[in-house]
């Protein structure tokens, strides 16, 4: 096998390998999140609208990287559980979270936090740091 097949097929490894990995921790965290009445998708909204206080439809979806349409479904969704609240500014839907969302913001956030922060319990400091070293320098 020459020095670029070996290459190539390292790469497709690693990618296969951070794909089942986020994949795994997508899962057990809806699985977490499930007594929170939440999934990934609705934590990923809250924690954007709670860490801005308000923020518009359109910011919301290019944080989350994610089409102003699917925005839409999910907070129309978190609207009717009384979490956020959507007013309308000229042209512009901005998105804050309720009293009630304000109060499960912060339980759930914590929890969470600690929860995705526990998956990396097998390495040591050190290795975190290399970990999130090497994601920065392929993320760029």
């Known amino acids: 096998m020459t020095k670029t097949n070996r290459n190539v097929r390292l790469g497709i490894l690693l990618w296969f390998r951070l794909s089942r990995f986020y994949n795994n921790s ?3 965290s809806n699985h977490h999140l499930k007594k929170f009445g939440l999934n990934v998708a609705q934590l990923d909204l809250l924690a954007q609208i709670g860490h801005n206080k308000s923020i518009s439809q359109q910011e919301l979806a290019d944080k989350l990287l ?3 349409g699917n925005i839409t479904q ?5 609207e009717e559980q009384n979490l956020i609240e959507r007013k309308q500014e000229w042209k512009t839907k901005y998105v804050s979270l309720t009293e009630k969302g304000l ?3 912060n339980e759930v956030i914590p929890k969470q936090e600690m929860f ?5 319990d097998s390495l040591t400091e050190v ?3 290399q970990f999130l070293n090497l994601l920065k ?3 760029k």
């Open 116 to 120: 995705q922060a526990a998956q990396f």
């Open 26 to 28: 997508n899962r057990k």
């Open 103 to 105: 109060k499960l913001y």
């Open 66 to 68: 994610v089409s102003k």
């Open 127 to 129: 290795e975190k740091k």
């Open 74 to 78: 999910l907070l129309k969704k978190m």
């Open 137 to 139: 320098k392929i993320q």
